[in-house]
């Protein structure tokens, strides 16, 4: 099956610095979204990306869907983007369509 | 965005006993809706995809005798965990994408942690 690893598993900022956090993918897909995971667990969508750039405040995201891969940028990070960070690619396969999450990336951003 | 309402969001049972968990697209139309599993420190393990009126698709490994999907309609689908023991102690969540082609996306529910003593 598809494979999607992120790096890296763990950062830790300063506040206000910047960060990229990447996806890779093993194989083509038919969609690609970004989460953040808050202390209860629940998953806030950030981008539906399956291609393209697209920017929401301070963050912005880039999937390059021909070399497999997609950015999460942040930029003048916060104490409270600190979190798990996961992507999610799905995929129609012979009828049936699979949503496949990543490795994660836990971030710690200090004050 | 849509919205997809996942109940109960906590959940303590005896071991031994079955839970219930409902997953409900509140304002779209669901025809795939996905369950996960998350242990501590972990990413989400896709568990299953149901589709509404036919049977779940169990991944490798996962106990579709402990763990029944029932998606009897286009905005509810609910997890079983039959016979309950505590390493069946886990956050649940499920997924939904609306009716239509491939490319659309993923709505997520709150969650359910359950508890298994």
């Known amino acids: 099956g598809i494979q999607v690893e992120q790096s890296p598993p763990d950062l830790i900022l300063q506040e206000g610095a910047n960060s990229t956090l990447r996806c890779n993918f093993s194989?083509?897909?038919?969609?690609l979204q970004w989460f953040h995971q808050n202390p209860w667990g629940q998953l806030i969508n950030l981008f539906y990306?399956?291609?393209g750039t697209k920017q929401n405040g301070r963050l912005s995201a880039t999937t390059v869907a021909t070399e497999r891969y997609s950015l999460l940028y942040i930029s003048s990070s916060q104490t409270t983007d600190s979190g798990v960070y996961f992507c999610?690619?799905?995929?129609?396969?012979?009828?049936?369509?699979?949503?496949?999450f990543g490795t994660g990336t836990r971030l710690k951003v200090l004050a | 965005g849509a919205v997809v309402s996942q109940h109960p969001s906590r959940v303590i049972c005896k071991s031994g006993t079955s839970v219930k968990i409902e997953c409900r697209s509140l304002?779209?139309?669901?025809?795939?809706m996905f369950w996960y599993r998350q242990f501590p420190k972990k990413s989400l393990m896709l568990m299953a995809t149901?589709?509404?009126?036919?049977?779940?698709?169990?991944e490798q490994g996962v106990e579709k005798d402990k763990f029944l999907i029932n998606h009897a309609s286009l905005t509810l689908s609910t997890l079983t965990v039959t016979s309950a023991h505590p390493e069946d102690s886990s956050f649940y969540i499920c997924?939904?994408?609306?009716?239509?082609?491939?490319?659309?996306?993923?709505?997520f529910g709150q969650g359910t942690r359950l508890t298994v003593v």
């Open positions: 194989d083509s897909v038919n969609n």
């Open positions: 304002d779209f139309q669901a025809t795939t």
């Open positions: 997924s939904a994408r609306a009716t239509g082609t491939a490319n659309t996306e993923a709505f």
């Open positions: 999610a690619v799905g995929k129609l396969t012979s009828g049936t369509y699979k949503y496949i």
């Open positions: 149901s589709n509404e009126g036919s049977k779940a698709t169990y």
């Open positions: 990306i399956p291609s």
